[in-house]
């Protein structure tokens, strides 16, 4: 398996930036970066959230797991489900785009972990349901 600091190089790769752009992102010198990705000292908690929120897998650096989604992914599949608010702007039910997307995003995600099918009908009839609400009863 490979270590942390070896992870997080594969990450930055991953995500196509310098060693000198993710410096500038995240507020660290090109020494501290260096002495995460090659092991002589582990990254803080303050770096790991900018790291997060740069679309870095921290799961992955930090446990070397894959099996969970990635921000991106997850990014992507909001941007879908706001397209797909088009679809349900045909109809008399008023929702925001950002309201659906909450709406999937977390269907998805519950789905996810949850595979049963009597759970899975509950789900709908709360989303149907909240399909149903006015946007300011979100």
């Known amino acids: 398996m490979h270590s942390i600091g070896e992870r997080l190089k594969e990450e930055r790769k991953r995500l196509g930036l310098s060693q000198m752009e993710l ?6 010198t090109r020494k501290t970066l260096f002495s995460y990705e090659t092991g002589e000292r582990s990254p803080n908690v303050l770096f790991l959230s900018a790291l997060f929120d740069h679309d870095f897998d921290v799961d992955y ?4 797991e894959l099996d969970r989604l990635r ?9 879908a489900a706001e397209s797909a608010f088009q679809m349900v702007n045909s109809t008399d039910i008023a929702v925001t785009p950002a309201q659906f997307a909450q709406m999937l995003t977390s269907l998805l995600a519950t789905a996810e972990t949850d595979k049963n099918e009597q759970e899975n009908a509950v789900q709908t009839d709360h989303f149907e349901k ?8 979100m």
Do not use: F, V
């Open 71 to 79: 921000p991106s992914l997850l990014k992507k599949i909001q941007d």
């Open 61 to 64: 650096i930090l446990k070397g």
């Open 130 to 137: 909240a399909l149903q609400k006015k946007p300011g009863e």
């Open 23 to 28: 410096c500038e992102l995240t507020g660290i």
